[in-house]
DNA sequence: TGCCAATGTGGCACTAGGTGAAAATTGTGG
DNA sequence: CCACAATTTTCACCTAGTGCCACATTGGCA
């Protein structure tokens, strides 16, 4: 099976499972009800997902997974903030119904995270990806290593803001928020939070020539060991 | 059953089923053998945690309460080295073998959790509650709301970056560094870390008489909803 | 001391999540 | 239409975890 096909049958469990999850809790929803709501046998679905909740993972890890690939195709010489508004920019101009569905989705997964610990487990292991390839991301901007204690620190740091502001901003468009209002003014307040995060290593563009001369400045050389 | 001695059996459980885990994985460990090492019927293990993998909880707890208390304790007039270095000097000569032991199964179950999944949601969730805690602490130390956006991302932060420095002194431990190189300077080296992740707002001294008028100036008043 | 009530524990049957392996179905090139 | 591989289904089976009732232990009280 290819792998965009996979990705694709994965997804459409995903949304099944979503739905029934937000209608009736996870505990309430049997794997069966998840095989037929999406028309696959019980089976099917085990060698797809190893556990019911995982069922949930896709259509939360696509919903972050647009600011991972807007994270990854960040060019040194852009702040975070003008790098941030073309892409959404462009994003919108792009997403579907389909995927407006799937971010409705994906919102309420992390609604449900609040109270279901089984996905609140998901959510943070999707958070816990974002801040790994955000170590990547940094490692490059400041010609570290990204295994770096300082960048692993930054990343965190990072990563949790970043956490804490989808969590702010899902909660608020849950409670009937108008998605219109997330404007250019909000991506500022984005970079300014990761700027904070990370001692305002992070966020500004950086430039490519003065970045060798930096390496190696971060790093933890006062910890002991 | 009072709390005091539920807390102490479900330790005593923690106990047997993290050295179990250790030793044969978390797969490999069955509940009735968790249940024999303990000396207690399968039945009551169920009753004492929901899941096997949660039989690791409070040994994982354990090993950030120490953490969480020192925070809780935090005087606004003290530096946050200051206040840790005294923490951490009382606290090497009240602890007794069983709580080296205790520290060294903590350690353990970090390290387990980078492969096991199972694990590693205990390990984030305890970090979680960090993250809770640390926000009320903040809360008062700024004279904000312990819901405040602002709060809830230096907590959030900061407790990213304690955890990141758990996992790199626990991975240093494991790997055969001497307990006893962990000195005063560590502590400065947290403290900044800390610094770092909140901005600056988070890690020195406050002077009581001047939170008032700092009041809500870290609130978001930025983000348009 | 002896009784009683509350509460923790054990045993056992049972549900549900999840796996292994072979049969059945679907898809694909000749 | 056939041969063949890839996928799905079917079915037996395993283990984590629950409900229920009987039993044991503890602690209060006369």
Redesign the pocket.
């Known amino acids: 099976?290819?792998e965009q096909?996979r990705h694709r049958?994965r997804l459409e469990i995903s949304r099944e499972a979503a739905r029934l999850f937000w209608a009736q809790g996870v505990d309430g929803?049997?794997?069966?009800q998840i095989a037929e709501a999406v028309?696959?046998?019980?089976?099917?679905i085990?060698?797809h997902?190893?556990?019911?909740e995982s069922c949930a993972e896709p259509i939360i890890a696509q919903s972050v997974e647009w600011e991972l690939a807007t994270l990854r195709s960040w060019p040194p010489h852009r702040s975070l903030e003008e790098h941030f508004a073309t892409e959404a920019k462009r994003l919108a101009s792009e997403i579907g119904t389909q995927g407006q569905a799937d971010a409705g989705l994906g919102v309420k997964m992390m609604r449900l995270a609040d109270t279901e610990p089984a996905l609140r487990t998901a959510w943070l292991m999707a958070c816990d990806q974002v801040e790994h390839e955000l170590a990547a991301v940094i490692a490059t901007r400041l010609g570290l290593e990204h295994d770096d204690l300082q960048v692993r620190l930054h990343a965190a740091a990072a990563s949790a803001a970043l956490r804490i502001l989808n969590e702010y901003v899902g909660a608020g468009l849950l409670d009937g928020t108008d998605p219109r209002k997330l404007g250019d003014e909000n991506f500022a307040f984005i970079a300014d939070a990761v700027r904070t995060a990370t001692g305002g290593a992070v966020g500004d563009p950086v430039d490519i020539a003065e970045v060798p001369a930096e390496s190696g400045e971060g790093t933890a050389d006062r910890l002991a060991f």
């Open positions: 099976m290819s096909r049958v929803t049997s794997g069966d028309g696959l046998s019980t089976r099917t085990w060698r997902f190893r556990s019911k």
